[in-house]
Protein backbone atom coordinates (compact mmCIF):
# COMPACT_ATOMS: atom_id res chain seq x y z
CA UNK A 1 0.00 0.00 0.00
CA UNK A 2 2.81 1.86 0.38
CA UNK A 3 4.53 1.84 -2.75
CA UNK A 4 1.07 1.66 -4.53
CA UNK A 5 0.52 5.26 -2.83
CA UNK A 6 3.45 6.70 -3.88
CA UNK A 7 2.53 5.38 -7.70
CA UNK A 8 -0.87 7.00 -7.33
CA UNK A 9 0.18 10.54 -5.79
CA UNK A 10 -1.61 10.14 -2.72
CA UNK A 11 0.65 11.46 0.61
CA UNK A 12 -0.35 8.16 2.57
CA UNK A 13 -1.72 4.48 2.71
CA UNK A 14 -4.17 5.50 4.60
CA UNK A 15 -5.98 6.74 2.00
CA UNK A 16 -6.79 3.07 0.95
CA UNK A 17 -8.69 2.63 4.16
CA UNK A 18 -10.99 5.25 3.33
CA UNK A 19 -11.07 4.52 -0.55
CA UNK A 20 -12.02 0.99 0.87
CA UNK A 21 -14.92 1.55 3.38
CA UNK A 22 -16.43 4.42 0.92
CA UNK A 23 -16.41 1.77 -1.62
CA UNK A 24 -19.14 -0.33 0.59
CA UNK A 25 -20.30 2.20 2.41
CA UNK A 26 -20.98 5.27 0.04
CA UNK A 27 -19.83 8.20 2.79
CA UNK A 28 -18.23 10.50 -0.23
CA UNK A 29 -20.71 10.14 -2.70
CA UNK A 30 -22.80 13.61 -2.90
CA UNK A 31 -20.55 14.79 0.34
CA UNK A 32 -20.41 19.13 -0.47
CA UNK A 33 -18.40 19.73 2.29
CA UNK A 34 -16.02 17.39 4.65
CA UNK A 35 -14.12 18.03 7.56
CA UNK A 36 -10.55 16.21 8.03
CA UNK A 37 -9.62 15.70 11.66
CA UNK A 38 -6.22 14.66 12.25
CA UNK A 39 -5.33 15.20 8.67
CA UNK A 40 -1.27 14.97 8.03
CA UNK A 41 0.58 14.07 6.02
CA UNK A 42 -3.02 14.56 3.95
CA UNK A 43 -3.55 11.39 2.25
CA UNK A 44 -8.03 12.00 3.42
CA UNK A 45 -7.82 15.79 2.65
CA UNK A 46 -6.84 14.89 -1.17
CA UNK A 47 -9.83 12.46 -1.41
CA UNK A 48 -12.26 14.99 0.11
CA UNK A 49 -10.91 18.00 -2.28
CA UNK A 50 -11.47 15.62 -5.16
CA UNK A 51 -14.99 14.30 -3.82
CA UNK A 52 -16.45 17.80 -3.43
CA UNK A 53 -14.34 19.45 -6.41
CA UNK A 54 -13.13 22.04 -4.10
CA UNK A 55 -10.33 24.86 -4.95
CA UNK A 56 -8.81 27.35 -3.74
CA UNK A 57 -11.71 29.54 -5.26
CA UNK A 58 -13.94 27.92 -3.79
CA UNK A 59 -12.96 25.91 -0.13
CA UNK A 60 -15.38 22.91 0.68
CA UNK A 61 -12.22 21.12 2.73
CA UNK A 62 -11.11 21.89 6.35
CA UNK A 63 -8.38 20.12 8.28
CA UNK A 64 -6.85 20.10 11.01
CA UNK A 65 -3.75 18.94 12.77
CA UNK A 66 -0.95 20.06 15.27
CA UNK A 67 1.48 18.71 13.05
CA UNK A 68 2.82 20.76 9.58
CA UNK A 69 1.00 19.53 6.00
CA UNK A 70 2.04 20.72 2.86
CA UNK A 71 -1.26 23.09 1.31
CA UNK A 72 -3.33 20.76 -0.95
CA UNK A 73 -5.46 23.01 -3.35
CA UNK A 74 -8.88 23.25 -1.82
CA UNK A 75 -7.97 22.77 1.38
CA UNK A 76 -8.33 25.01 4.08
CA UNK A 77 -5.66 23.77 6.60
CA UNK A 78 -5.36 24.93 10.23
CA UNK A 79 -2.18 23.99 11.93
CA UNK A 80 -3.26 23.71 15.84
CA UNK A 81 -4.42 21.16 18.21
CA UNK A 82 -8.24 20.29 17.68
CA UNK A 83 -8.32 20.24 21.43
CA UNK A 84 -8.20 23.62 21.56
CA UNK A 85 -11.17 25.34 22.76
CA UNK A 86 -11.09 27.60 19.76
CA UNK A 87 -10.54 25.35 17.04
CA UNK A 88 -14.07 24.12 16.12
CA UNK A 89 -15.20 27.55 15.33
CA UNK A 90 -11.84 28.25 13.94
CA UNK A 91 -12.91 24.95 11.31
CA UNK A 92 -16.56 25.90 10.99
CA UNK A 93 -15.55 29.59 9.89
CA UNK A 94 -12.78 27.87 7.18
CA UNK A 95 -15.29 25.73 6.15
CA UNK A 96 -18.18 28.21 5.50
CA UNK A 97 -21.05 25.68 6.39
CA UNK A 98 -22.47 22.54 7.39
CA UNK A 99 -20.34 19.87 6.58
CA UNK A 100 -21.86 16.52 4.81
CA UNK A 101 -18.91 14.56 6.37
CA UNK A 102 -16.84 14.81 9.33
CA UNK A 103 -13.50 12.27 9.18
CA UNK A 104 -10.86 11.71 11.86
CA UNK A 105 -8.50 9.96 11.97
CA UNK A 106 -6.66 11.44 15.06
CA UNK A 107 -4.65 9.20 17.55
CA UNK A 108 -2.83 10.38 20.69
CA UNK A 109 1.17 9.95 20.45
CA UNK A 110 1.62 6.74 21.83
CA UNK A 111 3.66 5.92 25.31
CA UNK A 112 4.16 2.44 24.57
CA UNK A 113 1.39 1.86 27.44
CA UNK A 114 -1.10 -0.15 25.61
CA UNK A 115 -4.17 0.85 27.90
CA UNK A 116 -3.27 4.45 28.12
CA UNK A 117 -2.56 4.93 24.71
CA UNK A 118 -6.48 3.25 23.95
CA UNK A 119 -7.78 5.45 26.76
CA UNK A 120 -6.13 8.30 25.15
CA UNK A 121 -6.77 7.91 21.17
CA UNK A 122 -10.38 6.65 22.78
CA UNK A 123 -10.82 10.32 24.14
CA UNK A 124 -10.03 11.96 21.20
CA UNK A 125 -12.69 9.57 19.25
CA UNK A 126 -15.18 10.69 22.11
CA UNK A 127 -14.69 14.85 21.15
CA UNK A 128 -14.47 14.08 17.53
CA UNK A 129 -17.74 12.77 17.73
CA UNK A 130 -19.59 15.35 20.01
CA UNK A 131 -17.87 17.88 17.25
CA UNK A 132 -19.84 15.72 14.84
CA UNK A 133 -23.13 15.96 16.56
CA UNK A 134 -22.81 19.58 16.87
CA UNK A 135 -21.74 20.39 13.10
CA UNK A 136 -22.72 18.06 10.85
CA UNK A 137 -25.56 18.47 8.08
CA UNK A 138 -28.71 15.97 8.93
CA UNK A 139 -27.97 13.36 6.82
CA UNK A 140 -24.52 13.46 7.15
CA UNK A 141 -22.05 10.66 8.07
CA UNK A 142 -18.78 10.79 10.82
CA UNK A 143 -15.65 8.09 9.84
CA UNK A 144 -13.08 7.99 13.27
CA UNK A 145 -10.00 5.96 13.97
CA UNK A 146 -10.51 3.95 17.57
CA UNK A 147 -8.70 0.93 18.73
CA UNK A 148 -9.68 -1.92 19.98
CA UNK A 149 -10.20 -2.90 23.39
CA UNK A 150 -13.13 -1.58 25.09
CA UNK A 151 -14.18 1.75 26.78
CA UNK A 152 -16.25 2.76 24.46
CA UNK A 153 -19.97 1.90 25.13
CA UNK A 154 -20.98 5.27 25.93
CA UNK A 155 -19.82 6.65 22.87
CA UNK A 156 -21.54 4.00 20.99
CA UNK A 157 -24.96 4.64 23.07
CA UNK A 158 -24.04 8.33 21.67
CA UNK A 159 -23.84 7.99 18.13
CA UNK A 160 -26.68 5.24 18.42
CA UNK A 161 -28.96 8.13 19.30
CA UNK A 162 -27.89 10.17 17.05
CA UNK A 163 -26.81 8.25 13.81
CA UNK A 164 -29.37 5.82 11.80
CA UNK A 165 -26.85 3.33 11.72
CA UNK A 166 -23.22 2.84 13.43
CA UNK A 167 -20.75 -0.11 11.93
CA UNK A 168 -17.23 -1.29 13.29
CA UNK A 169 -14.86 -1.42 10.48
CA UNK A 170 -11.43 -2.52 9.73
CA UNK A 171 -10.43 -2.41 6.30
CA UNK A 172 -7.95 -4.66 4.77
CA UNK A 173 -5.47 -1.52 4.07
CA UNK A 174 -5.27 -1.67 7.73
CA UNK A 175 -2.58 -3.92 8.92
CA UNK A 176 -3.81 -6.71 10.36
CA UNK A 177 -1.53 -7.07 13.30
CA UNK A 178 -2.92 -3.39 14.40
CA UNK A 179 -5.53 -2.98 16.53
CA UNK A 180 -7.11 0.12 14.53
CA UNK A 181 -10.59 -0.18 13.71
CA UNK A 182 -12.83 2.50 12.74
CA UNK A 183 -16.05 3.82 13.65
CA UNK A 184 -18.62 4.82 11.12
CA UNK A 185 -21.90 6.67 12.13
CA UNK A 186 -24.17 7.15 9.24
CA UNK A 187 -27.19 9.19 8.69
CA UNK A 188 -27.23 11.90 11.44
CA UNK A 189 -30.80 12.52 12.64
CA UNK A 190 -30.08 16.13 13.07
CA UNK A 191 -30.09 18.12 16.01
CA UNK A 192 -32.72 17.91 18.93
CA UNK A 193 -34.33 21.48 19.94
CA UNK A 194 -34.17 21.32 23.71
CA UNK A 195 -38.07 21.15 24.04
CA UNK A 196 -37.98 18.18 21.52
CA UNK A 197 -35.56 16.72 23.96
CA UNK A 198 -36.86 15.12 27.25
CA UNK A 199 -33.87 14.75 28.82
CA UNK A 200 -33.15 18.33 28.87
CA UNK A 201 -34.76 20.28 31.78
CA UNK A 202 -34.05 22.91 34.07
CA UNK A 203 -32.21 20.83 36.06
CA UNK A 204 -29.77 19.22 33.47
Not at 86 to 92: N, Q, S, T
Not at 181 to 198: I, Q, S, V, W
Amino acid sequence: YVQRSKLEGYRSRAVYKLLEIDEKHHILKGARRIIDLGAAPGGWSQIAARVTESDNDHVRVAAIDFLEMDAIPGVHFLQMDFLEDEAPARLMEALGGAPDLVLSDMAAPTTGHQRTDHLRTMHLCEVAAHFAIEVLREGGHFLAKTFQGGAERDLLNLLKRNFKQVVHVKPGASRAESVEMFLLAKGFKGRRTPEADPESDDQG
